[in-house]
Structure formats: structure tokens, C-alpha cells
């Protein structure tokens, strides 16, 4: 059987230098061919989106986007593309952009031989698998960490970037998930957790999968729901060598609303856990759905009253029935969730007191900080302060 040819975008706002590459390169040579070739940055945008290539050929000057801004989109959604860029300037610094977003290489239009790029062009093929096969479908291990802060912070209400991100994830890396998706809670903690990311992906030897760092000891791992009994042995062979770990599969996901309600789900149930190490299947059904409701609205204050009635009990029997759950009443425990949720915003860097203060429900900055001192013996400031200094030993 042939091998799949590796797919070439060009971009450049030269005709005569999109169709000198086309005719002039031996793209037979590396199993290539080219799918598309155009005129600016925001046409290649476009144009990826539409054909996925492993490669991207283009011009550093463009009109509407130029392609820097190209690269950086296409690193972004796809961190295997292979960039190679192309211009008439010999300022070192277009290259120095281009590389520090993940670009193989730069060649000058004026100057570059036909030995040059090729040379690219066989080392790319031979990075991207001399069978074209796809490489597994998952965003790139340094950028997991940053995808992980940004879901974090927007589910706590810091930043609202991740919404924007989600949409193009689901457009590239993604795309899978808008089919059938399980959805796994996994409780790995300790340095347990970053070993198991690396294995986790390994375990998927090229299927679709994705694993998230989840907060301090929990992944978030997603894989196709066909696939699920094959994942359920896997984590299984992982916990005979790892007794702590442990996990929960939530309901399968298609698609980007239901990826929100479950990993909005999934962050209540990790509360629950870091908190209390029991799975919310164990309580009963009110007290988890009120919990739930707890660490969904901490930035609001809830009575006691409102969510009784949310959970479809009587203000003193749920009042009873959570105390005897939880071990605490709804007004501790509520207290609880919030300082936790200041202290972990408070090791984030460029979040104001005040908006702190804002996303847990306290009146203002100066309530929060008396609140805060009461509770820790610290001021904000200064428990911030010693985050950072443990951060820098780390």
C-alpha cells in the first residue's frame, strides 16, 4: 500500500514565488504534495483549518496577517506542523520571532538554493514518520500546564480565555471530542501525577486521547468513548503499581457545551475529593448536589435556605442530613471552600486582592483581607509572598 503523502501549504504574497515552489520542487521526492497555496497570513489561516497540513511553507511579510501571527496560530493549534519560513529582510530578529514560536527554520527568498530546502524538507519528513503516519492527537506536553491554568482560572472566574481556546482546540487537536468522549477523573497524587501523563499518552500509542493536569493531584483525561473498557484496564494496570490512585468516569461528552457542563462537573467532584477523599457517589444525592452548587457559586453568597430548597429539602433536614454527610455545617463548609479557593488564587500571578475578594463574595478587598488573617493568621500579602519564595526554591 502507497504511503499518505505528508500535505505542503505555501503562503506568500508573491504568485511567482507560490508557483515556482510548486513547479520547481521534487515533492514526490519526500512523499509530499502541496494542498493549497495563498496569498497572506489570514487566507493560510484558513486554508489550514481546512486541510490540516504537516507542513506550512510561508513568507514572513504579508498583508493581513503577516507570518509570524501565521506560525503562532498554527504552533498553537497544531504543535507537530512543521513551519519553515520564508523572506526578502535579513534583520535576524524576523527569525528570532519565528523560531521561538516553534519554526523549523528560515530561509532568505533573495539568497536560499534548492540544496537548502530540500534539506528542510527531508528532515521534515523524516521527524513526521517516513509512513505519514499522524502522530497522536494531542496538544504538546509543554503546553499542557498552560491550558490546565487557563481552565482553572476561568472556572474560577479570574479569566475568561479559556472559552476562546476550548473553540480552537475543538476546530484542530481536538476534533475528536466533538464525537462521543469519556471523560475520566483521575486522583493521582504526589509526583504520581506528572510521571502519569507521560504514560497515560504513551498508553495511547496513537489514538486519540488527551490528559490535563486538574488542580494539584487530579488529571483530567479524555479518550473516545468506544475505547473506554481499554481504558478502564489500563488505569487499572497503572494502580497495581500505584496503590493511591484512583479514579471515576463521568458522563460521556460530545461536542463543546457538554464539554463544559462535565469538566465543570468534574471540578466539583475534585473539591469533594482533595477535601474529603471519598467520591461524590458515596454521599447522598442532595448533600453532593448542594456541594456541587457550593464550589459552582463561590462568588456568591448562598443560604443555607436557598440551597435547601434547590436540593428539594426542608431547611432543617438538609441542615441535619449535611452536617451528619460532611461533618460540618453548610456555613463552615462553605467558608472552607472559599479560603481554599483565595488561597490557590492568591499563589496566581496578576490577580488583584480585590478581584479575589470579587470572585468569592466578599464585600471588598479590605473585608476580604481581615477575613483572610482571621482565618490564616496572614495577610494576603504576605501568604502570596511566601508562595513565591517556595515557587523559587522549587
Not at 112 to 122: G, H, K, P, Q
Not at 217 to 228: A, D, I, K, S, T
Not at 321 to 338: A, D, I, N, W
Request: hydrophobic residues 40%; negative net charge; charged residues 25%.
Amino acid at each position: 500500500m502507497n504511503a499518505k503523502p505528508l500535505k505542503v501549504l505555501i503562503a506568500d504574497d508573491e504568485v511567482i514565488i507560490r508557483r515556482g515552489l510548486i513547479s520547481t520542487v521534487p515533492w514526490d521526492k519526500y512523499g509530499m504534495t502541496v494542498v493549497a497555496d495563498v496569498p497572506n497570513g489570514r487566507r493560510g489561516w484558513e486554508a489550514f483549518l481546512e486541510h490540516r497540513p504537516d507542513v506550512v511553507i510561508t513568507d514572513i511579510v504579508m498583508p493581513e496577517m503577516d507570518g509570524i501571527e501565521l506560525a503562532r496560530k498554527v504552533k498553537a493549534c497544531e504543535p507537530r506542523t512543521k513551519i519553515l519560513l520564508l523572506s526578502c529582510h535579513r534583520d535576524f530578529e524576523y527569525a528570532q520571532q519565528g523560531i521561538k514560536l516553534g519554526a523549523s527554520g528560515y530561509l532568505l527568498k533573495t539568497s536560499f538554493n534548492d540544496e537548502e530546502l530540500e534539506e528542510f524538507l527531508a528532515a521534515f519528513r523524516q521527524e513526521l514518520g517516513k509512513d505519514g503516519a499522524e502522530a497522536p492527537q494531542h496538544i504538546a506536553d509543554h503546553a499542557a500546564p498552560a491550558i490546565s491554568g487557563l481552565l482553572l482560572e476561568w472556572l474560577y472566574g479570574v479569566d475568561d480565555q479559556f472559552p476562546a481556546e476550548l473553540d480552537r482546540l475543538l476546530q484542530g487537536a481536538w476534533s475528536w471530542m466533538n464525537t462521543p468522549t469519556a471523560l475520566y477523573l483521575i486522583s493521582a497524587p504526589g509526583k504520581c501525577g506528572g510521571m502519569l501523563v507521560q504514560e497515560l499518552r504513551g498508553d495511547a500509542a496513537g489514538e486519540p486521547c488527551e490528559v490535563l493536569p486538574f488542580g494539584d493531584g487530579h488529571l483530567l483525561l479524555f479518550v473516545p468513548e468506544g475505547r473506554q473498557r481499554e481504558w478502564d484496564g489500563r488505569l487499572s494496570e497503572h494502580k497495581a503499581g500505584r496503590p493511591e490512585l484512583h479514579w471515576s468516569r463521568l458522563a460521556p461528552l460530545a461536542g463543546r457545551e457538554a464539554w463544559i457542563e462535565a469538566v465543570r462537573k468534574a471540578r466539583g467532584q475534585m473539591e469533594l475529593e482533595k477535601r474529603y477523599r471519598i467520591s461524590v457517589g458515596e454521599w447522598p444525592a442532595p448533600i453532593a448536589e448542594a456541594v456541587q452548587l457550593i464550589v459552582r457559586h463561590t462568588d456568591t453568597q448562598l443560604s443555607v435556605s436557598e440551597v435547601a430548597q434547590e436540593v428539594g429539602l426542608s431547611r432543617s433536614h438538609f441542615s441535619t442530613l449535611f452536617k451528619k454527610t460532611v461533618g460540618e455545617s453548610f456555613v463552615s463548609f462553605t467558608y472552607r471552600t472559599k479560603l481554599k479557593i483565595a488561597c490557590e488564587l492568591l499563589g496566581a500571578q496578576g490577580i488583584t486582592v480585590q478581584g479575589i475578594a470579587d470572585k468569592i463574595g466578599m464585600p471588598d478587598a479590605k473585608y476580604f483581607s481581615k477575613w483572610f488573617k482571621r482565618c490564616t493568621g496572614k495577610t494576603p500579602s504576605q501568604y502570596r509572598s511566601e508562595r513565591r519564595e517556595e515557587r523559587s526554591v522549587v
